[in-house]
């Protein structure tokens, strides 16, 4: 295999292992399993693997963008303000695709809240 193609293969691959990857997530990943990928190489394909539709890349307020396949079917995401976690939301009804008179292709939403695991570990949240 071309070293480009490796390369490119080793970026999908952590994104598959960690499921919703920012470019810091790829960079630690890689080098704890003894890849040396440039930082430069990482940006470089993640913007290549994100306009040829293999990784979504998926952008939420006021933090950095994340990574993830684009196989997996369009869904929403839920965004934990305590612990940080997304979780992804499948059961959206974003079946919409025309909004007074224009075309939607695509419906993504970012809910921010106190994920299920917090709500229980902190009774403060519970209200
Ligand atoms: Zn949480
Ligand atoms: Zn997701």
Redo the contacts with the bound molecule.
């Keep these: 295999m071309e070293r480009s193609t490796i390369q490119r293969k080793l970026i999908v691959d952590s994104v598959k292992s960690i499921?919703?990857a920012t470019t810091k997530d790829i960079i630690s990943y890689l080098s704890n399993n003894g890849y040396n990928v440039s930082i430069g190489t990482i940006y470089r394909n993640l913007d290549l693997l994100v306009n040829e539709n293999i990784l979504r890349r998926?952008s939420i307020n006021f933090k950095e963008d994340?990574y993830?396949l684009s196989e997996?079917s369009t869904?929403n995401?839920f965004i934990c303000e305590k612990c940080g976690k997304?979780i992804?939301i499948f059961n959206n009804n974003s079946s919409i695709n025309e909004i007074n008179g224009n075309k939607v292709i695509s419906n993504t939403t970012t809910y921010y809240g106190i994920c299920k695991e917090c709500l229980e570990n902190n009774k403060d949240y519970s209200n």
Excluded: L
Aim: aromatic letters at 10%.
């Design positions: 499921g919703h998926v994340y993830e997996i869904h995401h997304i992804d």
